[in-house]
């Protein structure tokens, strides 16, 4: 099992803005990265950090957390949101680094 | 604009080991954490562990027991061996690029990817 916690799935209306979470002890010392997948595509890093986006990445991707959550808000997602998103930090004894469960998302 | 490129051998028997190795077309090759994810089918992604231009490496605890990295400089190579593999090591085999920003060491590129599927 993962030490950091994400929903299987969540769903959100064109257009609407949906939060996806990630739980784990590590982050109330550690930022997350995160990074969305399209199926048959290798992971892209869409957040990093305090709230970082990678050049060509829309800012309508954004990070936030608080205690041991993070979070990865899409405000106004599109139809090319739809992808499974993973969290990604370091473990509990900092020395090595673990990925979420991942969830996916789905944009009705 | 760095590039990697996994390539090795895609079928494996119980037992055997897993070869892997990733080349870097592009950019420095020091000041960056390289390293291994994989991806079994359907499943969520694992890090298993990563290696810097000097040989220093970090290992998953689940998978220390069974792997080792090694790094060419001179060819700008990085190389992953699994042993005693299994049908769970059945996965597609990430390398990438770990780079350290704002405080949090992420993952900005990535190879396509490498299908090895473990079956007597």
């Known amino acids: 099992s993962s030490e950091l916690t994400q929903d299987p799935a969540v769903s959100v209306a064109l257009g609407q803005t949906v939060r996806i979470t990630c739980q784990g002890d590590a982050l109330t010392f550690y930022y997350a990265s995160w990074y969305q997948q399209k199926p048959g595509q290798a992971p892209v890093v869409v957040v990093y950090?305090?709230?970082n986006r990678p050049s060509g990445i829309p800012d309508r991707f954004s990070a936030s957390s608080s205690g041991n959550t993070a979070s990865l808000t899409i405000t106004g997602a599109q139809a090319e949101d739809e992808a499974d998103y993973y969290c990604?930090?370091?473990?509990?004894?900092?020395?090595?680094?673990?990925f979420g469960s991942g969830t996916t998302v789905t944009v009705l | 604009q760095v590039h990697l490129e996994e390539w090795g051998a895609g079928l494996l028997k119980p037992s055997e080991t897993l070869a892997l190795t990733c080349s870097v077309f592009?950019?420095?090759?020091?000041?960056?954490?390289w390293t291994w994810i994989r991806q079994p089918p359907g499943k969520g992604l694992e890090w298993i562990g990563d290696?810097?231009?000097?040989?220093?490496?970090s290992y998953t605890p689940s998978l220390k027991s069974r792997v080792s990295m090694s790094v060419d400089t001179s060819k700008t190579q990085f190389s992953l061996r699994l042993n005693s593999v299994t049908a769970a090591d059945t996965a597609v085999y990430y390398c990438?690029?770990?780079?350290?920003?704002?405080?949090?060491?992420?993952?900005?590129?990535w190879g396509q990817g490498a299908l090895v599927a473990v079956s007597s």
């Open positions: 950090g305090k709230n």
């Open positions: 592009g950019g420095s090759f020091t000041g960056y954490y």
């Open positions: 990604n930090s370091r473990d509990r004894s900092g020395n090595h680094h673990v």
């Open positions: 290696i810097v231009h000097s040989g220093e490496t």
């Open positions: 990438a690029r770990g780079v350290v920003s704002e405080m949090v060491r992420y993952f900005d590129s």
